[in-house]
Nanobody
Framework: QVQLVEPGGGLVQAGGPLRLSCVAS????????MGWYHQAPGKQRELVAD??????NYADSVKGRVTISRDNAKNTVYLQMNSLKPEDTAVYYC??????????????WGQGTQVTVSS
């Protein structure tokens, strides 16, 4: 019913930039929040950034290096990452809080994309 596709990700050198994208499609009436989590091997999944109706929220570990943005007309959320560090290496998952009826919301997840930062 709802699908989130993440076409970004890849291998990047430390200090470099990388832009992730996430596109939501399917039966969507309205989307509230959209954002990104990441999970490194042996670690718990952590919130990186999210945005809802003009407000943004960032993890302390990425604040100043990461910008989240959104194109509501395309149901797309972006994560621009700069000055990447090896510790940023993780699988990145986007999410969207979607209502198909205008009454109830449910969180949907992208398939995840691997980001590897080499030193």
């Amino acid at each position: 019913q709802v699908q989130l596709v993440e076409p970004g990700g890849g291998l990047v050198q430390a200090g470099g930039p990388l832009r992730l994208s996430c596109v939501a499609s399917g039966r969507i009436f309205i989307i509230n929040a959209m954002g990104w989590y990441h999970q490194a091997p042996g670690k718990q999944r952590e919130l990186v950034a999210d945005t809802s109706r003009g407000s943004t929220n960032y993890a302390d570990s990425v604040k100043g290096r990461v910008t989240i943005s959104r194109d509501n007309a395309k149901n797309t959320v972006y994560l621009q990452m700069n000055s990447l560090k090896p510790e940023d290496t993780a699988v990145y998952y986007c999410y969207a809080d979607v209502s198909q009826t205008g009454r109830n919301y449910q969180k949907y997840w992208g398939q995840g994309t691997q980001v590897t930062v080499s030193s």
